[in-house]
């Protein structure tokens, strides 16, 4: 391997690992999810959903929290990482639990309001609950993640292509696996 091939392997690495309490607030937004709708059930005058079923309080409530704790874990492994493998000009990573607290609350939020805009928009281009939006069902969570915690950290563009990228590759995976296992109705 070439020495840039393998810095861009780290880069990906330590994206993928920033991004994390993004990932697992969305999915457990899934797992946890059930219950209130976050829009209360209202419609417009139309009487098309504002958001839909698909986004629940408990779903949104769980994801924030477990995006919150993944950013807790990471502030408090931050400095090892950092002392094993050196800082990242690119990846700004926790170094302390208030950091990481921090940013997997912004990244675990961000992500959940992100799929709850997704779900406005897809009802206001009349798209149904669960017909396919593509891009936007597999963007929406983390561009508005990366936008939140840009309040909060300095963002390179390499690690928001990265993530973005990223994030197309292990939704359309990870989806297709939900809905494998039974979790999800359809694939996308």
Known sequence: MTVDFQMFLFTCLLTLYFILPAYFSNGSGLVFGGGTPVDFGKSDKNGVRWIGDGVTWRGFVAGTIIGTITGAVQGLIGPAIIQTFG?????PLSTTLTSGILIGFLLGFGALLGDAIGSFLKRRLGIGRG???????????IIVALILVSFAVKLNWQLVIIAIILTLIFHLATN???????IKDVWY
């Open 87 to 91: 800082p990242s000009a690119i990846v």
């Open 131 to 141: 017909k396919p939006a593509p891009i936007l069902d597999q963007l929406d969570f």
């Open 176 to 182: 297709t696996g939900a809905y494998l296992l039974g």
